[in-house]
């Protein structure tokens, strides 16, 4: 069982790999539901999820997702110690709001610093499977287990391969390429001989007419004057 959930983890981490550019070590956003399902279930999130991704991970959550356990009191305490010992992301918040509107006010603008999402709260996975290229953590059978890519993010693949949308960062990491190894220039220059390419000279071709023609009348004319030399005789 443990191998099979191992290929499956491998097969969906190359999935983003390959088409969201997910680098090691892993960004993965914890919120309060998943350290407290860990503490129950017994699973050392730090030990035991960087074999389960097959690479280095970064744990971390934010100072909203802290300040929820916290007000929560005794039920959460031990959750709150698991999740103030990761590291501490900067949100955007002046005031605390929940966990699930701080994690998704850091996965906006297409996930740019590619956060994974560990959480047990349905409402908040639903919502980050409405996001293109972010893989979804959740603990079952005191396992944790990679979500399969959703169907945003099957879609969104399935388009830039057909090349119906590029991202802007692609983009214009394209253009910068091309400027750098000069081969827009090396494309304008291509263009211009290929203009400049004709087909065979006029000219010629009006040269040859006449040489055949001079070439045809020159036994008519010797005809003629064997013609007149026997009238003669």
Known sequence: MGVTRQKHAKKIMGFYKHNFQFREPFQVLLDGTFCQAALRN????????????????QLCTTRCVIKELESLGKALYGAKLIAQRFQVRNCSHKSPVS???????????????????????QDLSNKVKRK???????IIQNTMV?????PKSLAFVQKLQTNQL????????????????GLVKQEGEKRRKRKRAGGPNPLSCL???????????????????????????
């Open 146 to 150: 990679l979500d399969k890519p959703s």
């Open 42 to 57: 017994k699973i050392q999130i730090r030990e035991q999820l960087p074999g389960y991704l097959d690479g280095a991970a």
């Open 166 to 181: 590029v991202p802007e960062y692609q983009k214009q990491s394209i253009v910068e390429l091309k400027e750098k190894e």
């Open 207 to 233: 040269k040859k007419k006449k040489k055949k023609t001079q070439e045809g009348q020159e036994p008519s004319a010797e005809k003629k004057k064997r013609r007149k030399r026997k009238r003669n005789r």
């Open 99 to 121: 966990g699930s509107t701080c994690l998704l006010s850091m996965i906006e603008d297409g996930n740019p610093h590619h956060f994974f999402i560990a959480t047990q709260d």
């Open 132 to 138: 293109p290229g972010i893989p979804l953590l959740f």
